[in-house]
Structures are given as C-alpha cells and as structure tokens.
C-alpha cells in the first residue's frame, strides 16, 4: 500500500531501523484488524490511522505514539483487546491506547463557553500523557480533512466541537500549523458560504498581486544579502478564519484587511532579528502602530516573533514576521518541538522531563512579562492535574479538587443537594456517599427532603464549600431543633405546674436571663432540648414558683415526639422503635433525648447516671420512613432471597441493608428495612408469610 510506504519512508528518516520494524509490524496488525471496514468516503478503514501517524511523523514523535496512532481504533472499533496491544507492543503502548479510547467516549454537548473551557481542561487532565493529545489532535485534523464524506448534520456538530475544543487546545500547546488547518477545516463546515466567498476572494487578490509580490520578496532578499545577513524569506498564506475574525471583529471589508499578503524572515539568532528589523524598515516605510515585539513579550502559548507591516510598492501592505529558526520551531510545532529535530528515542521519564523542560523553558521566556505566574498555574493545572472534572446528569462540567467525593459534588452543584443528599449514583451505578470521583465520571446525586448533613461526611469532604456548609448546618440545626424541642418540653412542664406559658413575658425572661447569667432566650431552650437544664427546674425558675410544687406533677407531662425534631431527638438503634410501637425517652446531660420502646433489652439493664426517663407518645401525623431490624430464618433454597425481596418492594417497603448468618440447614438473613409505622410493618410481615421457605420473622 502506497500510504504504508510513505509513512515507512518518513520514520526512517528520524527513527532507528528496529523501530522502523515495529512500526512495519503495527501497520499490519492494525491492517488485519481493521479489515473489512470502510470509512464513511468507502476508502478501507486502514487509511485512516496511517493518515494520523503521518501527521505525527511531521512533529517527529517517538516510536511508540507513531504504534499507538496506528492502533488508536483498534480496541474501540474492532475484537482486539487492550491485552493483546499490551502483549505484542508493550505497555507504554498499550497505555497510550487506552487513553485515546477514553477521550472517544466523552462528547461535548453544551455551548456555553465556561463549559467548553472546562471540557477543554478535563481532555488535557484525562490524557496525562501530552502524547495522547498529539495523537488526538492529529486524528482530529485527519477526520476534518475528510469531514465531506460524513452526513451534513454530523459534519456540523464535529466541526463545532473542533471549533470550541481542539483548534484552542492545539493553540494553547503551541502546534500552531494544526491549529490553523482545524480552524479553518471548521469554518469551512460552519459557515460554508462565507468560506466559499472569502477563499475565492483570497485567491483572487492573490493571483492578481503575483507578480509584485515576486518584486518585493526580490527586494527583501536582496537588501537583507547586501547587509550580511543569514535568511529564508518566504511567502506565507495567512489563514482564511482568522482574516474572517479579522474583519468581524473590526467591521471590516475583505479589501480593507491589510495582512492578506504576508513573508516570514527566518534568521539564525535573535540579534539578528532586530537587524533585519531595521533594514527591512529601511527599505520600505512601516505602517506606525503595527510593529509587535513578541520576542520580548512572547504570547501565552511560547510563540515568538518579530511582527511589522510595511508600506509596498503600489500602496500593498506587507505583514512581515521576523524570527529565528529556534522560534519557528516552537511556532510550528509547540509542546511537540521536543521531539522534532531529535532523533533515537526516550523513555516516558524523559517525556515528562521534555514537557517539564518546555515549561520551563516557556517561564524563562516569559519572566520579563507580568502575567507569567497565572499562565504557568494555568498549564500546569492542564497538564499536570491536580483537578478533575465531572459531568452533571444534565452534562455540564464541574471542575473540583483531586480527591473530591460525592458530598463535595453535592454541595458544589447547590447547597440545598449538599445537605438533602442520601446517595449517590457514578456513571449510573450506586456507590457510597463517600466514594472519590474521577475525570469524566457522570455524577447524579440522589436528595429526600428528610435527609440532614451526617458529622461523618467532614472525614472525607475536600472542598471547603462543603466542610463549611456541613459545619454550619451541624451547628445552627443542632441548637435550632435542640431549642424548639426545649420548648416544647418547658411548656409541658409549665402546664404541669398549672402556668399558661403565654403568660411568661420578657420580664421573666429576662430575669430568667440574669439569674443564670445566660446570653439568651435561645441558649436556655437549646440547653433543656439537650438535657443540660431539667425543664422543670427553668419552668419553676422562669415562674419564679416556690420549691414547694410537688415534683410528681412533672411526670404528667408529656412530649410528643414528630419524627421531625433532627438531632434533638435519636431513635435507639437497640430497639428501631417505629410510630405505632409503645416507647419512653431518655435524656441524658448534653446528647438530646433518646427513643427507645418500653420493651428495649437494652433499658431494662437499669437506668444509668445522669439520665432522665420521660414518658412520649407518637405524633399521630408522622409521614417519614423510618428503620426496622428484622430477623428471617429461612430454609436454604436456591432463590429464597430473590422471593423475599419482591415479597418486600410488594409491600412497599425498602431495603436498607442486609446480613447472612447460616444456622445448619437454615439460613437467618438480617434486615434494615424502611416503613412508615407498625401498620406498614405488618403488612411487610404477612407478605413475608406468604412464602413457604420463610420459617420464622423475629422484630
Ligand atoms: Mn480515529
């Protein structure tokens, strides 16, 4: 095949004869692989990834990106698997693959602009490895050379993910020629008439000046010969989209862009720049306000260049780009001008270290100009991650901390899902609360109005949004519930001692205040709800009633529990009491009040010190789920469990979790479930009876 010649040609023009072979060997097995598919123009399938490692071949990359650009599609497209590329061509390679097929499984879906900056940096962070996007960009560049093929819908979407995602990432890392092509190969497919009009245009105004263009590269030529200095001059094509933005965004006519015809001077050093500079300004007049210094100032991506516009003969503007042939190494090829110009090969510490190496080399460059600190903390952010970034169901991008969890998603989508979140569901399965995300995870919070912040979630959150949040929510509500359950306790106890609790007004409250030495009225509430203060003792203070009441009366107060209270009041997990079922509270100094059922194994051991037992009762209007253990013993029958489950969701019920313990022939499974009350539970239970393995249910 004459593509597969070719590409062998170029590699043995950089690459070591062994590594030649491998190559030889990878264009057949992809060849073998592919076989039998088309691409969408009916060219075999092949053509394809040899067209993208001859694009890698003009950046001179090593030996294993060339393989891996030749098997990019092979574990996507075809049976081979990541195993068999790790076996016959090594794990670097291997890896490499893996990666591209990663970046093929996510799609830019959204327009808006934070979006796509978002989107741009998760591709960087997902690859790791700079290779993977070179490899990436060029099979881009290849499926937009042959974009015609496709149906016009699809042309349009790939042309505007090129726009938005790839032409900024090749810019950003400097591959200025594949930034320029992608561009306009997605003007070309964006804006088809306007591409048609401009570059006929463009051809035109060329073919028209051909021949004092050829006068005035002469001239340049030889004035800078006649000066001694060392240089390429050659004619250049500025590109179509960027006289196009040109013009948008001056509001100008086609005829009015000057820097259509354009020359690159190439010299050996950079004095040599300025001294070209200066002869060439010389020879014909510079147009004021259009001389810039890239040199001194490079821009954000490394490109530097000398770059001045002169009067021509015939009133034609010339755009002239000064620079050495160093510069124009790194203007043409960027973070991939490493590779080119060395030949042999390097090991991936050494990638690392040429990646480190241009960064660095970009700092130095740019340490005269201001901004050099945010640019660095920019590309390292990008290709050195320390975030990841997560799609919301809806596919927007959330950038947050490495080692950010689920809550830290949560809070960072809205506060409201931070503090209502119960579980959480990654890439469509449920994973715990706790689980750490990971670049391109699709990240769906599940929220129930009931749910509250756990203390357990500060362990693991990273971003301070959510340990903030947690935090606040745990204090506020802590003493917000504590107080309005101390309420509800002081005014029982007040209508024990026969006192209207309307009648206690901010006189009694605020000697109240003063005899405690308390900062308010809420402190005092929040200190009875949690047991620090006996309600009947602040009752009697408040009404300054004499120590005489009898304190039995105080047993006749009641509280009525309403599932609602938050912290102020636990269910015991000894016992799970649900409404329906008979239970006492027992406050204890500083942890709120406790619900247990009369029957609790665990109260009748005796009442431990500094507890308080009251007697409370059920709201009747109480509409959360609430926990239930329960015990099955069961006979050991192939799909005993599955019956027991439906027999459950028969009754509405949830399963919270579920243990196995064997009892000889019997097994004794032990479940959390959730139900609104005793009614529900029975239910739960007769359903449960109906199945003949079942041999006994123990609450
Ligand atoms: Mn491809």
């Excluded at 970046?103 to 796509?116: G, K, M």
């Excluded at 740019?366 to 920019?378: A, G, I, K, T, Y």
Aim: proline fraction near 4%; aromatic fraction near 6%.
């Amino acid at each position: 095949m004459a593509d597969a010649e070719l590409l062998i040609g170029e590699v043995s023009g950089y690459l070591k004869p062994q590594d030649v072979e491998h190559i030889r060997e990878a264009i057949e097995f992809s060849c073998a692989a592919h076989q039998g598919q088309k691409r969408q123009s009916g060219d075999p399938y092949i053509s394809h990834p040899i067209a993208v490692a001859r694009i890698l071949t003009t950046l001179h990359l090593d030996v294993q990106a060339i393989i891996a650009a030749l098997l990019h599609d092979v574990v996507e497209d075809t049976e081979v698997t990541p195993e068999q590329v790790a076996e016959k061509f090594g794990k670097p390679v291997a890896e490499l693959v893996d990666g591209l097929s990663k970046l093929e499984r996510i799609r830019f879906e959204t327009r808006e602009d934070a979006d796509a900056e978002n989107f741009r940096k998760m591709l960087l962070a997902m690859a790791r490895d700079v290779r993977v996007i070179l490899i990436k960009l060029a099979d881009r560049l290849h499926n937009m050379r042959t974009l015609g093929a496709m149906p016009h819908d699809k042309c349009e979407r790939i042309a505007r993910e090129t726009m938005e995602i790839y032409a900024p990432i090749s810019n950003r890392l400097g591959l200025n020629d594949i930034y320029h092509e992608l561009q306009d190969l997605s003007f070309k497919y964006l804006h088809p008439n306007r591409y048609a009009v401009l570059s006929k245009a463009l051809k035109v105004a060329r073919g028209n000046r051909r021949e004092v263009l050829g006068k005035i590269l002469d001239a340049v030529r030889l004035r800078l010969a006649e000066q001694h200095i060392q240089a390429d001059v050659t004619g250049r094509e500025k590109n179509i989209y960027s006289i196009y933005k040109k013009m948008q965004s001056k509001s100008l006519a086609f005829a009015e862009v000057l820097d259509i015809y354009g020359f690159r001077v190439l010299v050996d050093d950079f004095a040599s720049c300025y001294v070209a500079l200066g002869v060439l300004h010389g020879l014909y007049k510079p147009i004021p306000g259009k001389f810039k210094d890239y040199i001194a100032i490079p821009k954000v991506n490394g490109y530097q260049s000398l770059h001045t516009t002169l009067f021509g003969p015939f009133g034609t503007p010339i755009e002239i780009q000064i620079r050495t042939h160093e510069m124009h190494r790194i203007a043409a090829a960027g973070v991939a001008s490493h590779w080119l110009y060395k030949s042999g090969h390097f090991s991936i510490n050494d990638l690392h270290k040429k990646t480190h190496q241009w960064l660095q080399e970009l700092l130095e460059s740019l340490s005269q100009s201001s901004d050099s600190s945010e640019f660095l903390e920019h590309l390292k952010v990008d290709l050195f991650p320390d975030e990841v970034y997560v799609f919301t169901p809806k596919g927007k991008i959330l950038s947050l901390p490495r080692g950010a969890t689920a809550v830290d998603f949560a809070y960072s989508v809205h506060t409201d899902i931070g503090n209502h979140c119960i579980a959480v569901k990654v890439n469509h399965e449920m994973v715990p609360l706790r689980t750490e995300l990971r670049n391109g995870d699709r990240v769906e919070i599940v929220t129930a109005p009931y749910a509250k912040p756990n203390p357990a979630w500060l362990g693991y959150v990273t971003t301070s949004k959510a340990r903030g949040h947690i935090r606040h929510f745990l204090k506020t509500m802590q003493s917000g519930e504590s107080a309005q359950f101390g309420e509800r306790m002081l005014n029982q106890a007040l209508h024990a001692l026969g006192i209207n609790p309307q009648e206690m007004d901010e006189a009694h409250w605020d000697k109240l205040l003063k005899d405690t030495g308390t900062k308010s009225r809420q402190d005092i509430l929040a200190d009875i709800g949690l047991g620090r203060r006996l309600n009947m003792v602040v009752a009697r203070q408040l009404a300054r009633v004499g120590e005489t009441v009898a304190s039995e009366t105080a047993a006749n107060a009641v509280i009525t529990i309403q599932g609602t209270e938050g912290m102020a009041v636990q269910f015991a997990k000894c016992c799970r009491p649900i409404p329906g079922d008979p239970i006492i509270g027992v406050i204890k100094s500083g942890q709120g009040l406790m619900v247990h059922t009369h029957d609790c194994p665990a109260l009748r051991k005796g009442r431990g010190s500094g507890e308080q037992w009251l007697d409370v009762i059920w709201d009747k209007n109480i509409t959360r789920p609430f926990d239930v253990s329960i015990k099955l013993v069961v006979a050991n029958q192939r799909g005993v469990l599955a019956k027991v489950a439906a027999a459950i969701a028969e009754a509405e019920s949830n399963i919270e979790n579920v243990n196995f313990t064997n009892e000889g022939a019997y097994t004794a499974l032990h479940f959390t479930l959730q139900v609104n009350n005793r009614l529900h539970l029975a239910n739960v239970i007769r359903s449960l009876r109906k199945i003949p393995e079942v041999m006994r249910i123990i609450r």
